[in-house]
């Protein structure tokens, strides 16, 4: 493994968020040569990232090396810790302490103190889903639902939103009528997105975030 450097600027975690919601996941993957994560992922209020893949990204734009997948550990000990020392919650860290768990949603959501008006529309999302379990982690920052038969969990009910993962893979949210980090229908990071876009690279294929001189040092 290569000797790998902290991150420590969390503008480039944040540049390496709004490229993945820009141009999807399987691009975003595919671009920096990472597979799908199957444990850790970065939660934030707008979906779950690919942990490692994000570190790479981030780590690219503020150490200016790109990193392959072999050149560092993904987990507790590498990635996912990483971005979590920065103040990102990832899912996989969370240790069974102080962990809450439950065999029924409405248990889970009383406890999470769900916005009375967004309840409605989470229990019709749980409703004709086959959800067995549900669990709030040590940050009470969302509900993590198990399907039937499943490991691990595939859809995470946060304050202001549902974010799932599909049987293909793919992953969708669905935002609730009431989300305070709306600002005229837009949340906070399609506003840090569309600041972002503004000084990214064009040329196709390229995306990275330009330096001052506005010359694209990759290209």
Known sequence: MASIERITD?????????????IGRFSFLDKYGFGEAREYFLVTETGSYDSKAIF??????????????DDFSGGKFGAAQWLADLGYTIQGLDSKEGRLT???????????HLAVENITAAREFVTGRDFVSFYLPPSRQYIAMFPRGGTRPTAWVNKGYVWFRNDDGTQEGIAFPYNKLRDGGRNSRQRRQEKAERHLCLTPGCGMLLPPSGICDYC
């Open 10 to 22: 969390r503008q480039a975690v944040e540049d390496a968020l709004c490229e993945f919601d820009r």
């Open 56 to 69: 790479a990204a981030a780590y690219e734009r503020e150490h200016g090396v790109r990193l392959s997948n």
């Open 102 to 112: 439950f065999d029924a949603f409405e248990a889970a959501m009383d406890a999470f």
